[in-house]
């Protein structure tokens, strides 16, 4: 299942957003969009219970409202060549297809 999440907390900028990624486990494993224009970040973190990575989430920072969103499966352990990781792949990249249609 799905899960969006907005974090409420004020996140500055980069550095503050590195700092809550940190805290929250969701660091920075690929990068999609880092729009300094736009003031928006989009990247993809990954948790390592073994040497093959599984999916832990997605991540929306939007600068303009200093805020970011967590999109992540509820199970936590989605394997990167499935079905319902690909699946939430495209809900992350519409969400952020939102965000920058805004701007």
Do not use: C
Not at 23 to 51: A, G, L
Not at 65 to 92: C, P, R, S
Request: net charge neutral; aromatic share 14%.
């Amino acid at each position: 299942m799905i899960t969006f999440t907005k974090d409420n907390s004020t996140i500055k900028d980069r550095e503050s957003l590195a700092a809550w990624a940190s805290v929250n486990n969701v660091h920075i494993d690929k990068m999609y969009i880092d729009d300094f224009n736009k003031n928006v970040v989009f990247y993809e973190s990954y948790k390592y219970p073994t040497e093959t990575p599984v999916f832990a989430g997605f991540v929306i920072w939007d600068g303009k409202k200093q805020i970011a969103w967590l999109i992540h499966d509820t199970n936590g352990t989605l394997g990167l060549d499935t079905e319902d990781y690909k699946k939430i792949k495209e809900y992350a990249a519409n969400q952020l297809n939102k965000l920058l249609s805004m701007r």
